[in-house]
């Protein structure tokens, strides 16, 4: 497969969707310094179902190429195709090696992207070895960079979602005692999300870590986490 072929046709794809009023909401709901042709996840979503149909029989390394080549534009929408052609072929992320990780994190900027990348792809990766590679998660939260902070964060909910009779609290809530003293937005709201998760598969131990944090975790994660304990609900309405 030639995947610098395969990249345009994705290319001509994503401006044939392209809406420059919605591009707008976009970039003032998620400053980056990516292009952004206006996309809807959605149909990010048509566009991999209809290449899917069409390559029924990829293989890793033509699917990874094309992945690498995705990333390697400069607009939003090819990097979110990069990492929803990867989610849907999830037998192939166990084989990604961590320099992949490591050449994605220094190009995050928004917190989109490393969401899905974090969720998506980073923790079903760590689940596949959790002994060798939640390693990574600890490195990451510890980065100086917030995005890879974030990203580390954000692994961990999906390593406890990527299957569904697995759960890793003990972990999650070690990860979670390395940054519980930040106020950076991007983190203490990762922090939120992490805790409101978890809380779906363990309550008592979600109330348990709040009641004994509760002085140092931020105000907005401590009334979220209440709420979602007490009502089901982060707004608690």
């Known amino acids: 497969m030639d995947a610098q072929a395969e990249k345009q046709h994705l290319l001509d794809q994503i401006e044939e969707y392209a ?3 919605y591009a ?9 310094k990516l292009e952004v042709y206006g996309l809807r996840v959605f149909d990010l979503r048509q566009i991999v179902r209809a290449w899917r149909r069409t390559h029924k029989d990829v293989v890793a390394e033509d699917l990874l190429a094309l992945a690498e080549a995705l990333w390697d534009g400069q607009s939003r929408e090819e990097r979110m195709l990069a990492l929803e052609l990867l989610r849907h072929y999830p037998q192939y992320i166990p084989g990604l090696a ?12 928004n917190w989109e992207l490393t969401d899905v990348l974090g969720v998506g792809v980073v923790g079903p990766w760590v689940l596949d070895d959790v002994d060798a590679r939640a390693q990574h998660l600890r ?6 960079d917030v995005w890879s902070r ?17 759960r890793f609290p003990k972990p999650t809530f070690a990860l979670m005692d390395q940054v519980k ?5 991007m983190i ?14 363990h309550p008592d131990r979600v109330a348990a870590y709040l ?11 401590v009334r979220e986490v209440d709420n979602k304990l007490k009502t089901g609900l982060k707004s608690g309405k």
Do not use: Y
Request: proline share 4%; hydrophobic share 40%.
């Open 139 to 144: 490195d990451l939260i510890a980065d100086e």
């Open 181 to 185: 003293e930040e106020r950076h937005p």
């Open 19 to 21: 809406d420059p009023e």
């Open 24 to 32: 707008q909401v976009i970039s003032r709901t998620i400053p980056s």
């Open 188 to 201: 203490t709201k990762a922090v939120s999300w992490m805790l409101r998760d978890l809380s779906k598969k």
């Open 98 to 109: 961590w320099s992949s990780f490591e050449r994605c994190r220094r190009d995050l900027d």
């Open 150 to 166: 974030r990203l580390g964060l954000v692994g961990a909910i999906g390593l406890n979602r990527a299957r569904k009779d697995a």
């Open 211 to 221: 009641e004994v944090n509760r002085d140092v975790l931020a105000a907005h994660i």
